[in-house]
């Protein structure tokens, strides 16, 4: 449901997921989301926990017990860690998936993990250059480098991020939640229509997902056009979701035209990513 993502998280603090499906906003500013994101858009793996089978808290739960028993295991270690940060525990995450890392300071996935959850929890310089151990100049991984540009995104560095997301559009085209981040980077810089024209390409490849439609959304009606924002909310969705859709985005561009001149406060869907 749209309304759920217009109110994962904050535009003022991005989020980070390496897998990239970045995001969405991740503004980031004093909401966060109850699941990991990339930053900007996306470090890429899967925060959303709404269609897992298991419940979240009985995974952390049972993966305590194993990493308890088993504390110096890497993949449990990371598994534990995505389960912590799904359930918004982000420092915990950090300190489980930092005691790992220092016993395996090899492992690239473990580093991609403890990067993410950095991020989740704040810590962005520390983040980008524990991301930046990931992979190689030799070997990109795109997916790393759309969480870095989200990262530059939250300190800031926004035409130093838009470098990274075209270094990974350049090993995946056309990928959806690179194409995402990017165009919340413009939105956390304030240029709404290069937003807009990412998050519709974006869109065009990925049009069943909700969040960069609903960031899509609040990109066109915080430009006037609250009419055709209105269509991008209600497009395919049963008559009592599109209500509430619409009810959404009308409070969130009200508020937000209260706060002008800035749209630094901007609530955004994230979109997480699948590793």
Known sequence: MLKRHFKSSCLARPIVTAAASA???LGLCSCQTTAPSDITGSLGETADTSHATTPPRRDVDLL???FRATPDNAEVALQYGKALRATGQRAQAVAVLEQVTIAHPDNKALLAGY??????????QQAFDVLSRAHTPEDPDWRILSAQGAVLDQLGRYDEARQYYASAL???????????NLGLSYVL??????A???LRRALSHADQDARVRA???LVVGLQGRVAEAEGIVTSGVPADEAAANVAELKKLLSKNGRARPGIAKLPVASRDNND
């Open 196 to 198: 807009e024209e990412n």
């Open 215 to 217: 960031n899509l959304a």
């Open 64 to 66: 305590r017990e194993r």
């Open 23 to 25: 995001i969405v906003v």
């Open 189 to 194: 810089s304030k240029d709404l229509p290069k």
């Open 115 to 124: 990067g993410r959850a950095l991020a989740d929890n704040g810590n962005f």
């Open 170 to 180: 350049r090993i995946a085209p056309d990928e959806p939640t690179v194409l995402s």
